[in-house]
């Protein structure tokens, strides 16, 4: 168990809907990192947290895309007008402040029809 | 940018065989290097992490890697091979500028029987 769960685990949508991604890290105080994985590539970072602080955003997240971290718990991922190059898989990690290991959720794995 | 280079998209063993997966990094300061297994639709699994003590690292599930910088690797291995080993496996550098990890295109490990 790494510590981090992730909704839902599969996510099927039209063209130019919005979804939203949910990320649960077992504590609060921690960093909190996005990342998406296209098939037959590494993950690639998207955006990460250090409690509610966005403090980091990779070119890869579009005016599309927003995170938030409320109250440095859970975090959110949303994807508005979705394309089909958004399909993929979305992985969430957390690490502890003073570690630098990152832990991964299972991830929420998108298809876009 | 610090960046690592996976050699080998499919690397194929028989059981009970030796594991070889490679991996060169590129960093201007003194890299920190992990190992992730990821299986079928999961999210990723830590193996192991150098963060410049040892260079011999040892990991989980019988794996372990050496860090050498006079040839910029940081090659994984296995002594014997079991049909479980079967998995994607991705290298990674943390970008300790901005605390993410760079990933490589990653190795899919084939075990036969």
């Known amino acids: 168990d790494t510590g981090v769960s992730q909704d839902p685990r599969h996510k099927i949508t039209k063209r130019g809907q919005n979804v939203t991604f949910r990320c649960d890290p077992i504590?609060?105080?921690?960093?909190l990192y996005w990342y998406r994985q296209t098939l037959g590539q590494g993950p690639e970072f998207l955006t990460y947290?250090?409690?509610?602080?966005?403090?980091?955003k990779s070119r890869l997240l579009s005016d599309r895309f927003s995170a938030e971290r409320p109250k440095g718990s859970f975090s959110t991922l949303e994807i508005q007008r979705t394309e089909q190059g958004d399909s993929a898989m979305y992985l969430c990690?957390?690490?502890?402040?003073?570690?630098?290991?990152?832990?991964f959720g299972p991830g929420t794995r998108l298809t876009v029809l | 940018a610090q960046s690592v280079t996976q050699l080998g998209s499919h690397v194929s063993v028989s059981e009970g065989a030796l594991v070889l997966l490679r991996c060169n990094y590129s960093?201007?300061?003194?890299?920190?290097l992990f190992w992730y297994v990821q299986y079928p639709n999961q999210g990723l699994q830590l193996l192991l992490k150098?963060?410049?003590?040892?260079?011999l690292v040892k990991g989980i599930n019988g794996f372990e890697a050496e860090f050498k910088k006079s040839e910029t690797s940081f090659h994984l291995t296995k002594p014997s091979a079991h049909m479980s080993d079967a998995a994607e496996y991705f290298c990674?550098?943390?970008?300790?500028?901005?605390?993410?990890?760079?990933f490589g295109t990653g190795t899919r490990l084939l075990v036969s029987p």
């Open positions: 504590s609060e105080h921690n960093r």
């Open positions: 947290f250090q409690n509610e602080a966005q403090l980091e």
């Open positions: 960093s201007s300061v003194p890299p920190y």
């Open positions: 990674a550098v943390l970008n300790t500028g901005f605390q993410k990890l760079v």
């Open positions: 990690a957390r690490t502890i402040l003073s570690g630098d290991e990152q832990f």
């Open positions: 150098y963060t410049s003590a040892a260079t």
